[in-house]
């Protein structure tokens, strides 16, 4: 249906675009002029670096620049794959990754549905614009009130130790098993109520009549949510996991990169650290970009992936 | 209208004759809110109230959402320290300059590849797109910056993130929902494309215009990552964010930093209680502004998010 109507539209856009000829250049001067500036200022800034790729494949250095850097081949790449740390960040980011999605995408979808049963606009109102509120705080501000809420005084252990739970506080930030957990609640925190946005206007665009249908059918809540909300939002779920599949391999550097220490290095690490660390503090450019392509490649065919399934589902696809 | 209110009220269910699952069902649901309320609040209403108390007495801890020994030294020193007022002088540049170059930019941009008889608008359309995939790296950028003079300079904050492929694709989007008769006639009259843009579909583009506005301001206000990187050496471009992450580390690792400097200089103040005062700060204009948004980012969370 929707491959229809795009194919359509593709093709009515086509007829109308006319033939490249000297009138119509004319005509639209203007438009060329200015499109030509963001081509070149595109190519500036986001092409060219990709240029910069070829320090990868060089043992680069600074002074001779990418032009003259002696060409050492796949050396970088073996260095990188023969290096335990690298397969240790990429292990974490997609275990973070995979982690944060999940939880986040349950916790959104389940928020929405809950919000759109809430009898009273007034409360529904408040409670969404609540919502919406730690999305607009920065990682640094979320990281330092996790830091404060999971310290050796802070609330958790205060009032785990109050409800009995356990005897003496727990040093969160310095065992390894909570970062990965404490990671995902930070993204849950941060952005379940931004996430629900679009299935709450999903939500409200289903057609009243369906729900009054299924009322006099004797469908109960639960029927309802079952088989008119879920298959109603399905089409947004499937195209907002489309998009955030790709960003699996992205997910995660800032609240990595500010929690991290030294004690639990092992598991919270991300790749983005790893080229930070390499490219800009070690100064190895190389290596650093090595890693960074590596990543852009298993992004690119995490997105691919992800849009051949849906295609196999017979779902709505990205491309 | 009245008769589609009576309709209404026949088919909603009458509220007196709630079964008993229901009643669970509404309760559990309150429940979960209030926590879900409690959880959001919670921690924002604590640094708050850490924020006003005597910072000596706050490492004693229990200060829940009301300073025990109330007392404004926090911000006053926060506010002592330079990092942090140049900080926020370079914040409030770059959100305000950096929000309307690229607001402009994106407009632009959205409203070449939203023309139907434009010549090249899938492929400019597409040489965008394929921006959001892929990008050189952090390492290729920071030597592109380097060579462009772009590092140690506070247009790094501006100029390279000006044009946002997905804020372009949401303005596009919007744009292509306008009639084109209104362009035709306009043009008929003998208006160019900047008349057009300018007077005919920016008018009309304002809710969407909001929306972008609002991305990019919080991305600026929020940034600290370049002032990091790109401005290392430079304390001159300082961010608030980034200063608000030296605190933090301080708090993380208690040693060295302008707040202990201060509290051993027999100030009542700590790291945490300093960078509580600082957070705070940061957050108030966000807390102030966005519900007063709010229309405008749901309308384009939908536009960007559902259509594509």
């Known amino acids: ?319 | 209208m009245s008769k589609k209110k009576k309709e209404e009220e026949y088919y909603r269910p009458k509220k007196k004759h709630l079964s008993g699952w229901d009643k669970a069902f509404y309760t559990g649901n309150f429940i979960f809110m209030l926590a879900f309320v409690v959880i959001t609040l919670y921690p924002i209403l604590n640094t708050l109230a850490i924020s006003f108390n005597d910072g000596i007495d706050a490492v004693r801890g229990g200060i829940h959402l009301w300073p025990r020994v109330f007392s404004i030294k926090n911000y006053q020193t926060v506010l002592g320290i330079q990092g942090f007022r140049t900080g926020a002088i370079i914040t409030v540049l770059r959100t305000v300059i950096g929000t309307l170059t690229s607001l402009v930019a994106n407009a632009l941009l959205a409203f070449i590849v939203s023309r139907k008889r434009f010549l090249f608008k899938s492929q400019l359309s597409a040489f965008w797109v394929i921006t959001m995939y892929v990008n050189g790296g952090l390492i290729p950028t920071f030597i592109l910056f380097k060579y462009l003079h772009l590092t140690g300079s506070f247009w790094v904050y501006v100029i390279p993130g000006m044009v946002s492929a997905f804020n372009v694709l949401v303005m596009r989007t919007y744009m292509q929902g306008i009639p084109d008769s209104l362009e035709e006639s306009a043009q008929l009259d003998g208006a160019g494309y900047m008349t057009v843009f300018i007077k005919i579909i920016s008018p009309l583009c304002k809710p969407v215009y909001a929306t972008v506005a609002l991305f990019v301001a919080v991305y600026q206000w929020n940034a600290w990552f370049d002032a990091m990187i790109y401005n290392r050496l430079n304390d001159k471009y300082t961010t608030l964010q980034y200063e608000l992450m030296k605190l933090l580390n301080s708090v993380m690792q208690q040693s060295g930093s302008a707040a202990d400097a201060a509290a051993t200089q027999g100030q009542a103040v700590s790291p945490q209680s300093v960078r509580s005062a600082a957070t705070i700060i940061t957050i108030v204009p966000i807390v102030c502004l966005y519900p007063f948004l709010q229309r405008y980012f749901v309308t384009g969370l939908t536009i960007g998010g559902v259509k594509e």
């Open chain 1, 1 to 319: 249906m929707a491959d229809e109507k795009k194919k359509k539209k593709r093709e009515k856009e086509a007829s109308i675009t006319p033939k490249i000829t000297m009138k119509e250049i004319k005509r639209q001067k203007t438009l060329l002029i200015w499109s030509a500036v963001f081509f070149v200022y595109g190519v500036v800034f986001c092409y060219l670096p990709l240029g910069g790729w070829l320090m990868a494949f060089q043992k680069y250095k600074p002074k001779t620049g990418i032009l003259h850097s002696k060409f050492v081949g796949l050396d970088k790449f073996r260095t990188l794959f023969s290096d335990p740390q690298f397969f240790r960040v990429f292990r974490n980011t997609l275990a973070m990754g995979t982690l944060n999605l999940i939880t986040t995408f349950i916790m959104a979808i389940l928020f929405a549905i809950l919000l759109n049963e809430i009898r009273g606009n007034l409360m529904k109102k408040t409670v969404q614009t609540i919502s919406y509120l730690p999305h607009f705080l920065s990682w640094i501000i979320v990281t330092g009130i996790l830091h404060d809420a999971l310290s050796s005084s802070g609330s958790v252990n205060e009032l785990l130790i109050s409800l009995g739970f356990i005897d003496t506080y727990i040093p969160f930030f310095s065992i390894e098993k909570y970062f990965w957990p404490i990671v995902a609640f930070a993204n849950c925190w941060k952005e379940t109520g931004w996430n629900a946005i679009v299935y709450l206007a999903a939500i409200t665009s289903i057609d009243p009549s369906l729900y009054e249908a299924a009322s006099i059918d004797g469908g109960g809540r639960w029927a309802k949510i079952k088989y008119i909300t879920l298959p109603s939002i399905r089409p947004t779920i499937m195209i907002l996991l489309l998009i955030n599949i790709g960003n699996v391999i992205n997910a995660g550097f800032e609240i990595q990169y500010l929690l991290g220490n030294s004690l639990i290095v092992e598991v919270s690490e991300t790749i983005d650290i790893y080229v930070l660390r390499w490219g800009i503090s070690q100064m190895d450019y190389s290596l650093g970009t090595a890693a960074g392509i590596f990543k852009s490649l298993i992004s690119i065919v995490l997105i691919f992936t992800g849009n051949s399934l849906a295609k196999a589902f017979g779902e709505e696809r990205l491309f």
